[in-house]
T-cell receptor
Framework: DAGVIQSPRHEVTEMGQEVTLRCKPISGHDYLFWYRQTMMRGLELLIYFNNNVPIDDSGMPEDRFSAKMPNASFSTLKIQPSEPRDSAVYFC???????????FGDGTRLSIL | AQSVTQLGSHVSVSEGALVLLRCNYSSSVPPYLFWYVQYPNQGLQLLLKYTSAATLVKGINGFEAEFKKSETSFHLTKPSAHMSDAAEYFCAVSDLRSGYSTLTFGKGTMLLVSP
């Protein structure tokens, strides 16, 4: 079975540019989560969706960050404009419901110069 | 609010030695608990899950964890470490505030295995 698929795996861009990260959850999973991982702050939940609807975006750091889930098989996390402090590994995860294990993608390593 | 504490950001063992990674949680209700492993440049992978069916939970790669309600602990163990076990390990608890939809993660413990 295909797991959670994220693209790109690596992204290097200059400050001020728009960045779009993509995620395809596991088929049949109703919940999708976006995380950010850094050495300083560890793993942070940014936003999560249930049935394509954003439920809690309180973890989104600033208005520069936005996330969408136009259908059950695709989600994007966008940063506009990007800043060097946004450099991190961004993970997408999905599961089938409360108390179920989350399945993680391999992440996107983002570097903002 | 629920929280997870992992004692020790780094744990070093020799190959063949016992592995013990500590996790304590705070929760006002019986929790669902998880251990994940993260290898370099990869996402988190589920090792095992506690769902109240049994206090001793067996996971993949020879790992197991024991739920102790009196100690609010869910420590991860493996009788004999292998070089391939070197990775970062995360303990997590389902978060009551989100109706158990989200996980609260500990800060992780890096396991180092020496020959």
């Amino acid at each position: 079975d295909a797991g959670v698929i994220q693209s790109p795996r690596h992204e290097v861009t200059e400050m001020g540019q728009e960045v779009t990260l993509r995620c395809k959850p596991i088929s049949g999973h109703d919940y999708l989560f976006w995380y950010r991982q850094t050495m300083m702050r560890g793993l942070e939940l940014l936003i999560y969706f249930n049935n394509n609807v954003p439920i809690d975006d309180s973890g989104m750091p600033e208005d520069r960050f936005s996330a969408k889930m136009p259908n059950a098989s695709f989600s994007t996390l966008k940063i506009q404009p990007s800043e060097p402090r946004d450099s991190a590994v961004y993970f997408c995860a999905s599961n089938s419901g409360p108390n179920q294990p989350q399945h993680f993608g391999d992440g996107t390593r983002l570097s903002i110069l | 609010a629920q929280s997870v504490t992992q004692l020790g950001s780094h744990v070093s063992v020799s190959e063949g030695a016992l592995v013990l990674l500590r996790c304590n949680y705070s929760s006002s209700v019986p929790p669902y608990l998880f251990w994940y492993v993260q290898y370099p440049n990869q996402g988190l992978q589920l090792l095992l899950k506690y769902t109240s069916a049994a206090t001793l939970v067996k996971g993949i790669n020879g790992f197991e964890a024991e739920f102790k309600k009196s100690e609010t602990s869910f420590h991860l163990t493996k009788p004999s470490a292998h070089m391939s076990d070197a990775a970062e390990y995360f303990c997590a608890v389902s978060d009551l505030r989100s109706g158990y939809s989200t996980l609260t993660f500990g800060k992780g413990t890096m396991l180092l295995v020496s020959p």
